[in-house]
């Protein structure tokens, strides 16, 4: 299936779509970049886009928003999409089952979910094991990295998901309408569906902070096919170094940063925007140069192998490449 037609395909099957180019001529690279929903985690992809980062490199970037747990990755093994954005858990996935897919630069270096509890609930200390047990939590969808996190933490607090608690697994971007509807009472959520519950009075101030409690995490990276780096090289790294362009920005004009995100969240009420910014600036979200550490892939590689999702150990060097964001990395 050709890009234009999984377009259409996508479309008819009701998976949300985001189809930005920011370029006015045609591009000699048309890329096509899967992410698992469309978040303001991911801005600095949007800050390439917009800035025209990738354009420099004769890249025009499109991205399509495929909120199933693995959709996204798949979407690149198939050769669909050029790159997914994700945790590097999925390159490891696809090795133990003979398929190469490497992460080549960095995105977001924090677990970028938190845990609310509904109003009315609230915890009293950190004993977490007796204020969820026998509770229902709503998670992303099993596979996804929001669901690894969700059953990661559950094994830390002694709890059993099949036993202990009720998950309701499902969209990243319905856990919210899960606990507003009272499926659950408790929401594993990413911004800016926080700011959107706590000003409806869904849901408090996150009682558990993924991105301080973990640290540094291999969360959301760029992924590409081993094909694509041995035979278009020129196109991997025109990608990246755009990608290391947007994270620079990022951090060098936050004000122009949120001007950017605004077009890309049209709806969003400033104030949520704002509010999303802030947190994710305060728990220092975004990787600063693109680069994937080890240290950030035994997180990722705990929490998956913890939660039964990985089944063996995958090493940092069979699934993550940094060759190009090292050369760009001078440059920039």
């Known amino acids: 299936m050709d890009r234009r037609k999984f377009l259409g395909a996508t479309a008819t099957a009701g998976i949300g779509m985001i189809a930005r180019p920011y370029v006015a001529r045609a591009a000699k690279h048309e890329l096509l970049v899967a992410e698992p929903v469309h978040s303001t985690g991911y801005l600095p992809m949007y800050i390439a886009m917009a800035k025209d980062y990738f354009a420099e490199s004769d890249i025009q970037v499109r991205t399509v928003t495929i909120e199933t747990g693995a959709g996204h990755a798949n979407a690149v093994l198939s050769g669909q999409a050029f790159a997914f954005i994700g945790g590097p858990e999925h390159c490891a996935f696809a090795k133990l089952k003979g398929a190469e897919l490497r992460s080549v630069v960095h995105c977001v270096d924090r677990g970028n979910v938190y845990f609310c509890a509904a109003t009315g609930l609230k915890p009293t200390d950190r004993n977490f094991t007796d204020f969820i047990k026998g509770k229902a939590l709503a998670t992303g969808t099993f596979g996804g990295t929001p669901n690894s996190i969700t059953r990661y933490l559950l094994k830390k607090w002694k709890l059993e998901p099949a036993s202990d608690v009720t998950l309701v697994e499902t969209a990243n971007s319905a856990v919210l309408a899960a606990v507003r509807g009272r499926q659950a009472q408790f929401g594993c959520?990413?911004?800016?569906?926080?700011?959107?519950?706590?000003?409806?009075?869904?849901?408090?101030?996150?009682f558990f902070n993924v991105p301080k409690e973990l640290g540094p995490y291999a969360y959301s990276v760029i992924n590409v096919r081993l094909d694509s780096i041995q035979k278009e090289p020129d196109v991997v790294s025109g990608f990246v170094r755009g990608m290391m362009k947007?994270?620079?920005f990022l951090y060098a004009d936050p004000a122009g940063a949120a001007e950017i995100a605004k077009?890309?969240?049209?709806?969003?009420?400033?104030?949520?925007?704002?509010?999303t910014l802030d947190r994710s600036f305060g728990d220092a979200m975004?990787?600063?140069?693109?680069?994937?550490?080890?240290?950030?892939?035994?997180?990722?590689?705990?929490?998956?192998?913890?939660?039964g999702i990985l089944k063996q150990d995958v090493p940092y060097d069979d699934i993550i490449d940094m060759t190009f964001?090292?050369?760009e990395r001078s440059a920039i």
């Not at 077009?263 to 509010?275: E, G, I, N, R, S």
């Open 189 to 206: 959520a990413t911004e800016p569906y926080i700011t959107q519950g706590i000003k409806q009075s869904i849901w408090n101030e996150p």
């Open 325 to 327: 964001v090292k050369k």
């Open 246 to 248: 947007g994270l620079k």
């Open 263 to 275: 077009a890309q969240f049209p709806t969003m009420p400033l104030d949520d925007l704002k509010a």
């Open 286 to 307: 975004w990787s600063k140069d693109g680069m994937i550490s080890p240290q950030s892939w035994e997180t990722a590689k705990s929490v998956v192998m913890s939660a």
